[in-house]
């Protein structure tokens, strides 16, 4: 079986991870991937016609940590073979000013 692999691209800057686990009870899906020092996590509700994705959570991605769910930022989703796609803005804190605000832009590819 091949080894799974991610994607993250997080404000133009990507990191590929095999330290990926997606987790399915029901009709929800997280997918968490490490990606030293940091990690992100994503909840999606797998529906008929496509995933919607509830919530993006980064934690330390080259110092970024923001969210995106249905009260902060946007995010969108997408399932072809067996990889899902999110791509969207999280909404956190600048690292290099962390009082503050910051949009990022993302984009998550996952092989579960």
């Not at 686990?21 to 009709?27: E, G, K, L, N």
């Amino acid at each position: 079986m091949p080894q799974k692999t991610a994607r993250i691209t997080v404000d133009g800057n990507s990191r590929t991870s095999h330290a990926i686990s997606c987790t399915q009870v029901q009709s929800l899906l997280t997918v968490e991937i490490g990606v030293a020092p940091g990690r992100v996590r994503a909840l999606l509700e797998l529906e008929p016609d496509k995933p919607i994705p509830q919530t993006v959570d980064i934690d330390n991605f080259n110092g970024f940590r923001g969210v995106a769910n249905a009260g902060v930022g946007k995010a969108q989703a997408t399932f072809g073979g067996s990889t899902y796609t999110i791509t969207g803005t999280a909404e956190g804190t600048d690292p290099d000013h962390p009082d503050r605000a910051k949009a990022a832009s993302f984009q998550i590819e996952a092989q579960c």
